[in-house]
């Protein structure tokens, strides 16, 4: 598993997260079989939400009954979370009245003195970057959480918050799978007169905009044919893709999922794949992805089986 020194931390974090919001119906022994897979394949950086299950903090409160951390063990792991969203609606609030509850209520769930990064949990329209930085500052100076993050947010709506925050973003958290791409595909295709993949849909140079400025990009669902339509893997939908993903797995001796994994963390922009699945063995076959070596051509071929355009 490869590590990296997380930029503007001082975090030592994988390339692969374990994400944690489907946890809320497992057992405790489930729970830590699950996370005991993803701490042998070198996944020590865990991803949570207030807002993941039934009820608000139930995957947070669930992880923390399974795995009862000692001091020590919690000192092992990274600890993420997010808040924001409000599902009675659903809406946004980003007050300040509103983080440092939501923050309160993950402590208390999570079992922790801590979260190590916060990231806020899609753009709220109402923000007044002022209150969020008022929170930061609280939450910061009181140990409370160590670094900041945010999910789904462009490059105008992080200077946006900038202007006022006294930390540093360090990670945007953002859907990216091979087919889901478009943070990368409509470069390549900028300039192109009547071709959709060259149309702006993520503020304008999100990619580059997170490698200039040291925000590590983290890609959820990273399996996900499009937003929320089922895995592009085995899908009758994707079959040139999954003819060159099999016959890649089979060069590699890896599975389908070790593909996926590497067509993300083979490129230089250094992104982190939150992987959402509860299956232990899909957790070791992705996390096998990590340092797998694809060549340009093969990640260009990847690319143009998903059906985007190389000019």
């Known amino acids: 598993m ?28 489930e729970i830590r079989t699950l ?31 399974a795995m009862k951390l ?27 009245e509103h983080l440092i509850s ?3 209520g993950s402590l208390k769930a999570l079992n922790t003195d801590r979260i190590d990064i916060l990231l806020l949990h899609r753009p709220d329209a ?28 462009t490059p105008g709506q992080i200077e946006l918050l900038k202007a006022s925050l006294n930390q540093p973003i360090v990670a945007n958290q953002m859907q ?25 849909r993520d503020g304008g140079g999100l990619l580059d905009y997170c490698r200039l400025h040291g925000i590590t990009v983290q890609a959820w669902s990273p399996f996900q044919g499009g937003f929320f339509d089922g895995v592009y893997l085995d899908n009758p939908k994707y079959p040139e893709l999954n003819a060159v993903i099999r016959r890649l797995a089979a060069k590699y001796d890896v599975a389908p999922e070790a593909i996926g994994t590497a067509w993300i963390t083979r490129h230089p922009a250094q992104m982190q794949v939150v ?13 096998a992805g990590s340092e797998l ?6 990640w260009y071929e990847l690319f143009r089986a998903a059906g985007w355009r190389v000019p």
């Open 293 to 298: 070596p694809l060549t340009r051509a093969e």
């Open 176 to 200: 990216l799978s091979i087919t889901h791409s478009t943070l990368i595909a409509q470069g390549i295709a900028a300039n192109m007169q009547g071709v959709d993949q060259s149309v702006t």
């Open 35 to 65: 996370v005991r897979t993803a701490r042998d394949a070198g996944i020590d950086f865990v991803d949570h939400a207030d807002i993941y299950g039934e009820d608000l903090h139930q995957c947070e409160r669930r992880f923390a009954q």
């Open 126 to 153: 109402l923000v007044e970057p002022d209150e969020v930085a008022r929170a930061f500052d609280e939450l910061h100076t009181a140990g409370k959480v160590l670094n900041f993050g945010v999910s789904n947010h």
């Open 102 to 104: 939501a923050v309160e």
């Open 2 to 29: 490869k590590h990296f020194t997380l930029p503007q931390t001082t975090i030592s974090a994988p390339n692969v997260v374990l994400g944690l919001m489907r946890i809320s119906e497992k057992t405790d022994e």
């Open 275 to 287: 992987l959402g699945t509860t299956t232990p063995q899909r957790v070791a076959d992705s996390a």
């Open 70 to 96: 000692t001091p020590s063990q919690r000192d092992e792991l990274t600890i993420q979370t997010k808040a924001g969203i409000v599902t009675d609606g659903p809406y946004f609030d980003y007050s300040y």
